[in-house]
Nanobody
């Protein structure tokens, strides 16, 4: 069992940056691939980024590629999402999640945080 808690969301302007954090419980954090997903009002949850358990491999959605960076610090049981050049279409609730699989599919993620709101004003 893993508990995840996101933080770092907020209200920013177009072009600003934010860094989201996700703190995980337990000593098995490094066992999991970690992902970030987001859900905008009236929209389905979508994949944003993922990182392998060792932190050496990353994947991004086309929508955020080149602007966002996922990273992790296994010693701190924390995964991060650095978001640069934010756009209004990035506005969503952002969730971190843990998976034993290497996948974009939200259904294959076993543990989820509560989400943190990111709002990019236009």
């Amino acid at each position: 069992q893993v508990q995840l808690v996101e933080s770092g969301g907020g209200l920013v302007q177009v072009g600003d940056s934010l860094r989201l954090s996700c703190a995980a419980s337990g000593r098995t954090f490094s066992t999991y691939a970690m992902g970030w997903f987001r859900q905008a009002p009236g929209k389905e949850r979508e994949f944003v980024a993922r990182i392998s358990n060792g932190g050496t491999t990353t994947r991004y959605s086309d929508a955020v590629n080149g602007r966002f960076t996922i990273s992790r610090d296994n010693a701190k049981n924390t995964v991060y999402l650095q978001m640069n050049s934010l756009k209004p279409e990035d506005t969503a609730v952002y969730f971190c999640a843990a998976s034993y699989s290497w996948t974009n599919d939200a259904r294959r993620y076993d543990y989820w945080g509560q989400g943190t709101q990111v709002t990019v004003s236009s």
